[in-house]
Each structure stands twice: as structure tokens, then as C-alpha cells.
């Protein structure tokens, strides 16, 4: 009996090796093999080391996407979804720089004596050599001997057709395209700096209230030749030291008030620091041939009414 058991153990063991072995071979006819990993569990966690970049939020599924195209999320876009980069703004050119009224004038090119046809000089005794000798032959001359820049709408200094004017009032009668200014000369005896400089800066509200259409140039003082001076008993208070001082003055005067200044000293000063001794018999008035060296520097150094104020700025 024991043996029938034995024997029908065998056989059933037999049948399941061979049951087994059919399955198998079914398995591996059939292409079937184990599953492939989907890269996120349940809970649309990562549970690989792919590296394609996640585009959804919670989903789960890793999208192909091109590497080259994929951008990695940042701060302000916590979600890490592809979003469209905002418009730059259009590029405008920068405006040019206008013209610069802490410098005084740049050289330019020459014009001829027509361009002084609408100008009117404004000064003294100085500036009226000037018209006379110069041979500008053109322009209004409003000079008057011994004028202060302290005087202008004070003193009835000038006579014009039997009537007597201020300067202020004799420029109020006509409109000019250019009005030049050369005073401080006089003024060098008060000694008062800061009168100086106030005066100056009204003198060039006046102007540019009587004149709103003109460029406004501030002559510098050309220097004196304090040894002539002296020779001819002159004024001990003229010196070049002290007109430095109001040239210096004149300068800020014009920056402040954004009108032209004229450099004439340096123009005229020689190695000494004086105007050199053949300008002048005095040591103040110039000579034909300076006068004309005067009107040659005028001639090279203009500036544009439309460069100094365009139109798109108010002044």
C-alpha cells in the first residue's frame, strides 16, 4: 500500500513540473514580461531619476518635452508652467546734451559783420571804442561814458532823436536779435562783490524781458595794463587782480541766468597777466588794431538762438 502511495506522489509531482513548464512556455510565447515602471506612484510623486523636466502640477505623468526649450521654474513662478516672457520696452535714443552755459563760448565758424546787423551793444566807454574803431560798421550802439552796470535803468544817459533815455529804456525801443553787454570796468572802485553780481543777474532779467527773442552775450572785461595805468595817473583801484574777480562773477551771472559769456579776457591777457602795453595808450582803451582783434573773436565765437534754447524746452 505504501508503495501505490509513493508512486502516485511521483506522478503528481511529475505534473506540476510539466503543468509549470506549459505556463512558462505560454508566458514567454505570449511576448508577456513584468511591468514597467510609470515614474509616480498614487500619489503623483517621482519615484526615478528620469531627468525630463516636470510641465504639470500634481499630475503625475512626466511629459516629453525638448530639453532645449524647458525652462526652469523660478520665485515668481512657483508652479514651474512655461510662461510668455512680458514685452521690453523700445530702446529711445538719448536726447543730445544742450549747450553748456558753464563754459563760455566755444569757437566757431566766422561770420562776416552782416550778422551784427540786429545786435545791439550795450556799455561804456570801452565798448563805444569799440563801435568806432572796430570797423564793424553795423549795430546799435547804446554806450555811454562812465555807465555802471548799478545804473542802467537809473541814469538817463543816452539822448536819442532830443530825448533821454535810460539804456533800459533806449533798448525797449527796438526788438533785437543779439544784445551784447560790456560793463564792470567802473564798478571796479565800489568794492562790493556780491551788489555786483545781484546787479548783474537783474541787468539780464531786464534785457531778456525787453528782448525775449535775443541771444544775450556777456563780455568778459578785457584786462588792463596796470603799468600804463599808473603812468598816466590813473585810478589805483583799476587792477587786474579785482577785474578777475568780476569776470569770475560775470561767469556765474551768465550760468545762473543761461546766457552766452564771451572769454575775452584770455583773448587779451599776455604772459605777464596784463593786457600788453601797446594795446592801449591809457591802459584801459583799446587801439585800432585791437579793437579789430576784439571784433575777430565776436566774429568766431556766435552761438544760435535754437541751440541754446530749443523749442521743445521751456526757458
Not at 525638448?66 to 510662461?83: E, V
Not at 583799476?238 to 569770475?248: A, F, G, I, S
Request: hydrophobic share 30%.
Amino acid at each position: 500500500m505504501y508503495r501505490g502511495r509513493r508512486k502516485y506522489r511521483t506522478y503528481w509531482t511529475i505534473f506540476l513540473i510539466l503543468a509549470a513548464a506549459v505556463v512558462l512556455a505560454l508566458a514567454v510565447g505570449m511576448g508577456l514580461s513584468a511591468p514597467k515602471d510609470t515614474g509616480g506612484d498614487a500619489s503623483g510623486g517621482r519615484n526615478d531619476t528620469s531627468t525630463q523636466p516636470e510641465t504639470g502640477s500634481g499630475s503625475g505623468a512626466a511629459s516629453e518635452v525638448d530639453d532645449s526649450s524647458a525652462i526652469p521654474p523660478d520665485s515668481s513662478n512657483p508652479s514651474g508652467n512655461l510662461t510668455e516672457e512680458p514685452d521690453q520696452p523700445e530702446e529711445k535714443d538719448e536726447p543730445e546734451a544742450g549747450y553748456d552755459f558753464s563754459q563760455p563760448a566755444p569757437q566757431s565758424d566766422p561770420v562776416d559783420n552782416s550778422y551784427f546787423d540786429d545786435a545791439a551793444f550795450v556799455g561804456d566807454s570801452r565798448t563805444d571804442g569799440f563801435m568806432i574803431y572796430s570797423g564793424i560798421g553795423t549795430g546799435k550802439n547804446l554806450t555811454s561814458n562812465g555807465l555802471s552796470i548799478f545804473k542802467l535803468g537809473e541814469k538817463k544817459a543816452l539822448t536819442i532823436n532830443g530825448e533821454k533815455y535810460t539804456l533800459l529804456e533806449a533798448l525797449a525801443l527796438e526788438q533785437y536779435g543779439k544784445v551784447y553787454l560790456s560793463l564792470g570796468v567802473n564798478e571796479l572802485g565800489y568794492f562790493n562783490d556780491q551788489g555786483f553780481y545781484d546787479s548783474y543777474c537783474s541787468a539780464i532779467d531786464e534785457i531778456r524781458t525787453l528782448q525775449p527773442n535775443a541771444v544775450i552775450y556777456i563780455q568778459g572785461l578785457i584786462p588792463l595794463n596796470e603799468g600804463v595805468i599808473a603812468q598816466t595817473g590813473g585810478r589805483d583801484y583799476l587792477t587786474n587782480e579785482h577785474l578777475r574777480v568780476y569776470n569770475d562773477l560775470m561767469k556765474k551771472a551768465a550760468e545762473e541766468k543761461q546766457v552766452v559769456f564771451l572769454d575775452l579776457y584770455s583773448e587779451f591777457v599776455d604772459e605777464n597777466g596784463e593786457l600788453p602795453a601797446d594795446a592801449s595808450k591809457d591802459g584801459i582803451h583799446l587801439s585800432k588794431a585791437y579793437c579789430q582783434k576784439w571784433l575777430a573773436y565776436l566774429q568766431t565765437h556766435t552761438v544760435d538762438y535754437d541751440t541754446l534754447y530749443p523749442k521743445e524746452e521751456a526757458r
